[in-house]
Each structure stands twice: as structure tokens, then as C-alpha cells.
């Protein structure tokens, strides 16, 4: 989508191979993907932030960051959803910290059909969670921190392969509401 809108970007990360998920990514109009990436599948929000200090001053201050954090914490029931929006925010700051003219976009959780786990209440816990992401959000008050609804809309029965994780099809999903809200955000 980036390309097709005619933008220039460099993704930045310690990482540069694809997701166990993800599989490999396809050359798009004669050019390579750019999987340079600092997403942590199964990570908890308090593990991404016990390692900022060590990723961020190894690359250029980003200049944008997609933030989608959180999932493991809530589906996992790791800690009350009131820590988790704490260690978010911390990981805001620190971002914040590294470039203050930064635009963060902060998403809300996708649902789950909580395959892995027997909660079935999961879906609550999830949107519980997501109210709390946008109280932070709104109470930041600072333009380039940016909401993004990954919920509204998401069926798990349709966009996810396992119950957990996107199919392609909810990946393009995602894709484009992380689009709309950078386009929202640079305007």
C-alpha cells in the first residue's frame, strides 16, 4: 500500500526475517519487501520494554512506529489489563523520549477466538482492554499519538487462521486501517 501511494520508507528493527506466521514476503512491483521489523510474536508488553533501551539506540530516531501491544497480556490473563496500559504507556515514553516529534500509532487489540485458552469470555477481556487503550490515548493529548481501531468490525471468525493470528486476509485488513491512520496522522 505504502508503495502504491508512492511513499518512501524504511522500516527499522533488530529483526529482519519474517514472523513463523507470515511466512515470506513477494517482490511488489520490482521491489523487495523491506522486512526489517521489531515485532515479537508471543511477547508480553513487559518483555518489549525490558529491551528498548538496548533496540532503540541501535537505528535512526524512527519517525513513525506502529504500536500493536498488548495481545498476549490479555489473552494470557499475564497481569491486570490496568499493568499492561502502564508498561504500554512506559514504551510510549520511551519512544517519545527517543524522538518527541514521533507519531505513535497505538492500536487496539484484535479479537480472539481464544483458541489456545479456555476463557470464553476472551472477547471482553479484549474490548476491557481496548477501553483502557483509548483512555490512555485520549489522556496524552499529544496529536502525534494515535489511536488506530484494529476492533471495530474484526471478525475472528473470518480474518484470523487459528483463532489468534490474521489470515491474509485480515492481514490486508489490518494493513489498511494502519494506512488510513498514517495518512490521518501526516496530513
Given amino acids: 500500500m505504502l508503495l502504491d501511494d508512492g511513499l518512501k520508507f524504511d522500516f527499522l528493527g533488530s529483526m529482519d526475517t519474517p ?4 511466512g515470506t514476503y513477494p517482490n511488489y512491483k520490482g ?4 522486512q526489517d521489523h521489531e ?12 529491551y528498548m533501551g538496548q533496540w532503540l539506540p541501535q537505528y535512526a530516531k524512527p519517525d513513525i512506529v506502529l504500536l500493536h501491544l498488548g495481545t498476549n497480556d490479555v489473552l494470557q490473563g499475564k497481569n491486570d489489563k490496568l499493568v499492561t496500559i502502564s508498561e504500554l504507556r512506559q514504551v510510549i515514553g520511551k519512544l517519545k523520549a527517543r524522538n518527541s516529534n514521533a507519531i505513535i500509532l497505538v492500536a487496539e487489540i484484535i479479537p480472539s477466538l481464544g483458541l489456545y485458552w479456555t476463557n470464553p469470555y476472551i472477547n471482553e477481556d479484549v474490548a476491557g482492554y481496548n ?7 485520549n489522556s496524552m493529548a499529544d496529536p502525534k499519538v494515535v489511536l488506530v481501531d484494529m476492533f471495530t468490525g474484526f471478525d475472528p471468525d473470518v480474518y484470523l487462521f487459528d483463532g489468534v493470528h ?4 485480515g492481514e490486508h485488513m489490518m494493513a489498511q486501517r494502519w494506512r488510513d491512520a498514517l495518512f490521518a496522522a501526516i496530513k
Fill in 166 to 169: 490474521p489470515n491474509a486476509t
Fill in 131 to 137: 477501553a483502557e487503550i483509548v483512555k490512555m490515548v
Fill in 31 to 34: 521491489k523487495s519487501f523491506d
Fill in 39 to 50: 515485532g515479537h510474536s508471543g511477547w508480553h508488553a513487559d518483555s518489549v520494554l525490558q
Fill in 19 to 22: 514472523d513463523q506466521y507470515a
